[in-house]
């Protein structure tokens, strides 16, 4: 007996979770296979969601309908949006959340969601057979386009329509290899087959799993659960490329033996924000605390009399680990000079006595880490749950990927999150929402979504992994993008609801919202151009402000443009201001968007003029055949390079590490007329 689906998505976690929920809920009959029904999407790490540039890839996922921004709105512990202090493409939300909470939150949501069916049992081999020749096999017929609560909907003017119209190039992107692989289905540990048209798979950290705690090691995805074997094998024998990478996980310590008073205490923002556009969630009221701590040199010294029998350092561990979140050995070693190192001691849920200590990631022997701990002022009297420990396991270089996350080598099959050498809940949801709705695409013969480098840092993040690879564990960082201005946490909205829309994931009550959001941020701009201020009126605003007085009428939009001036203050001053919003019913997210507009419109501007600019490189395509070997004016490095990753257009191809500016003008001159 075989169990027919469109299609499966492997693995529990955040991309996991988002995969699913997606590709079900625009239509696909899809089910989740997933060892433990218990831990859906777990935070098997620290249980935050967001931080530099993170913040921005959840809002950006809430913006085209995922679930995490939602999701952790509901389970929020604490809320801070980090870099306030910088210009607005730096602000960054951050969540502390209730780990139970947050996993048992995304169970209801995926076990309530129609068109999705969930497995619990280890998938350990994928099932293959060739493509037909073209024109051999009709076109498979589209599923009901169904809106975001589950009830059949009219696709909205402008989308594709499904099936019948010819695939366009990006459609076809990869295709044109007839007799290649393709997915036809999944074996699991139980014996159970599984057909289906298409596969995305997100193991996270079990394939190959390994943990290890000094001399001590154990086979496992995470502590208490076991690692997967037969997948990475399955895509060995097809050709394949593997790897090994490493990441680590710190102590976990009871809070009843912490003396708190002797901590320093890091609360939330005062007026607490939120993650989703949704007006269905809402800030957290109550937050709890998080703390300051510090080592000092005799933890340092207890840790280096560790050193020789660190895994890390005598030669066990052989993945590569994150550079930008390093084990505490790793920050002793390359930061020698330093006699301390701040550390974050932040609660693990509201009914838990368990803490995570943010930055004592270890795989040092457990009576070393014990010990250092023990030194640590207001750790004393410290009990740990459990030590720390690193774990290796299987990724496959992203370069063999599409930039709608399909695999070249085998149609119909996607891979997601830490498999592709990334490292972070969001990077991975990010990554499990694409490859949901792709692969859900293209079974309706639609256009796949392919987001650019200028419209989200979900497109830095794909295309970066595409063109360039991996040889670290992949974290997004607001430095990657070239277009921060543009990319801002807070239009996310802006830029990405309207495509939500479009594909069937956000929800007419939720499109509705976003459009009057978008009408009262336009209409505030345009009263700002509008509207004349004396300089009488704002002189004593100006002056609490230390700002310089005017010397004569301004318009209110010029006003704005002063750094500390804000909508906020301006209000108090300005009766016909504050009668404006109050008839229009203006919120504080639309005048916060209406005023980082204003002030940061040169910039704005500029990045998108560049961006234009640079699209037409992106409008240039390389045929998916043409032999790089041919052409002598490109260096041999190039030619390699191209010829491994094969980039699909002009502008991809520039993003190459080793493909140089002549090289790319070699290319314009042969496709670019």
Same mark, same amino acid.
């Given at each position: 007996m075989v169990l027919d689906y469109d299609i499966i998505v492997i693995g529990g976690g955040h991309a996991g979770c988002e995969a699913a929920s997606a590709a079900a809920r625009l239509g696909s009959r899809t089910l989740l296979l997933t060892m433990d029904m218990v831990k859906f999407a777990e935070m098997s790490c620290n249980p935050a969601v967001g931080?530099?540039?993170?913040?921005?890839?959840?809002?950006?996922?809430?913006a085209l309908g995922g679930q995490m921004g939602r999701i952790t709105d509901?389970?929020? /512990?604490?809320?801070?949006?980090?870099?306030?202090?910088?210009? +607005?493409?730096?602000?960054?939300p951050?969540?502390?959340?209730?780990k139970r909470a947050f996993s048992a939150e995304w169970r209801r949501t995926l076990e309530n969601t129609d068109n999705l069916y969930i497995w619990q049992d280890a998938a350990v081999e994928l099932l293959f057979d060739r493509e037909p020749e073209p024109g051999a096999e009709a076109a498979a017929t589209a599923?009901?386009?169904?809106?975001?609560?589950?009830?059949? &909907?009219?696709?909205?003017?402008?989308?594709?329509?499904?099936?019948? +119209?010819?695939?366009?190039? +990006?459609?076809?992107?990869?295709?044109?290899?007839?007799?290649?692989?393709?997915?036809?289905g999944v074996r699991s540990r139980m014996g159970v087959e599984f057909?289906?048209?298409?596969?995305?798979?997100?193991?996270?950290?079990?394939?190959?799993?390994?943990?290890?705690?000094?001399?001590?090691?154990?086979?496992?995805?995470?502590?208490?659960?076991?690692?997967s074997h037969g997948i990475t094998e399955s895509l060995v024998a097809v050709g394949f490329e593997t790897g090994r990478m490493k990441t680590g996980t710190p102590a976990r310590l009871d809070a009843r033996t912490i003396d708190f008073s002797r901590l320093e205490p890091q609360p939330g923002d005062e007026k607490p924000e939120k993650f989703s556009f949704s007006p269905e969630t809402h800030p957290v009221s109550e937050q709890m605390p998080c703390y300051l701590v510090y080592t000092s040199p005799e933890v340092h010294a207890i840790l280096r009399s560790g050193f020789d029998r660190s895994p890390l350092f005598n030669g066990t561990i052989h993945g590569i680990g994150p550079r930008y979140c390093p084990s505490i050995e790793d920050k002793l070693r390359t930061f020698a000079d330093k006699e301390?190192?701040? /550390?974050?001691?932040?609660?693990?849920?509201?009914?838990?006595?368990?803490?995570?200590?943010?930055?004592?990631?270890?795989?040092?022997?457990?009576?070393?880490?014990?010990? =250092? /701990?023990?030194?640590? &002022?207001?750790? &004393?009297?410290?009990?740990?749950?459990?030590?720390?420990? =690193?774990?290796e396991y299987d990724y496959f270089p992203p370069t063999q990927l599409l930039h709608t996350l399909e695999t070249k080598r085998v149609a119909g099959l996607y891979f997601a999150g830490q498999v592709n050498g990334t490292t972070g809940y969001e990077e991975a949801a990010a990554q499990g929402l694409m490859a949901g709705i792709n692969a859900h695409l293209k079974l309706a013969g639609r256009e796949p979504l392919v987001l650019q480098r200028d419209e989200a840092y979900i497109g830095v993040l794909i295309d970066d992994l595409v063109t360039k690879g991996v040889d670290e564990p992949y974290r997004m960082f607001t430095s990657r993008a070239e277009y921060r201005i543009l990319l801002r946490q807070d239009n996310a909205d802006m830029r990405l609801t309207p495509k939500g829309y479009e594909i069937g994931l956000i929800s007419e009550k939720r499109y509705a919202h976003f459009l009057q959001k978008k009408s009262l941020v336009e209409s505030l701009v345009a009263f700002a151009r509008r509207q004349s201020v004396k300089a009488a009126e704002?002189?004593?605003?100006?002056?609490?402000?230390?700002?310089?007085?005017?010397?004569?009428?301004?318009?209110?939009?010029?006003?704005?443009?002063?750094?500390?001036?804000?909508?906020?203050?301006?209000?108090?001053?300005?009766?016909?201001?504050?009668?404006?919003?109050?008839?229009?019913?203006?919120?504080?997210?639309?005048m916060e968007e209406a005023e980082i507009q204003i002030k940061y419109k040169g910039y704005i501007e500029r990045e998108k003029f560049i961006a234009e600019k640079l699209h037409r490189l992106e409008n240039i395509r390389i045929p998916a055949d043409f032999d790089f070997f041919s052409m002598n004016s490109l260096t041999i490095e190039?030619?390699?390079?191209?010829?491994?990753?094969?980039? &699909?257009?002009?502008?991809?191809?520039?993003?190459?590490?080793?493909?140089?500016? =002549?090289?790319?003008?070699?290319?314009l001159v042969k496709f670019g007329r």
């Open positions: 931080g530099v540039a993170k913040g921005q890839i959840v809002r950006e996922i809430d509901l389970t929020t /512990l604490q809320f801070r949006m980090l870099n306030r202090s910088k210009g +607005a493409a730096m602000w960054s951050r969540a502390q959340c209730d599923p009901e386009r169904p809106s975001a609560d589950g009830t059949p &909907e009219t696709p909205n003017p402008g989308t594709a329509a499904p099936a019948a +119209a010819a695939p366009s190039a +990006a459609a076809e992107e990869g295709a044109g290899q007839p007799g290649r692989l393709r997915i036809r057909s289906c048209r298409a596969v995305v798979l997100t193991s996270g950290t079990f394939l190959g799993g390994l943990m290890h705690c000094g001399a001590a090691h154990a086979e496992g995805g995470r502590a208490g659960d076991a690692a301390q190192h701040q /550390l974050f001691l932040e609660p693990e849920g509201q009914t838990t006595n368990e803490y995570y200590l943010n930055g004592f990631s270890s795989s040092l022997p457990w009576e070393v880490q014990w010990e =250092a /701990l023990h030194r640590i &002022e207001g750790f &004393e009297q410290l009990h740990i749950y459990r030590p720390g420990y =690193a774990i704002i002189e004593s605003y100006l002056k609490s402000l230390n700002s310089e007085p005017l010397t004569q009428g301004r318009k209110l939009y010029e006003v704005l443009m002063r750094n500390d001036v804000t909508f906020r203050g301006l209000k108090e001053v300005l009766p016909r201001l504050r009668r404006f919003m109050e008839e229009v019913a203006m919120t504080d997210e639309a190039a030619r390699q390079k191209l010829s491994k990753i094969r980039p &699909e257009t002009i502008g991809r191809a520039s993003r190459i590490p080793g493909v140089s500016p =002549a090289d790319i003008n070699v290319l």
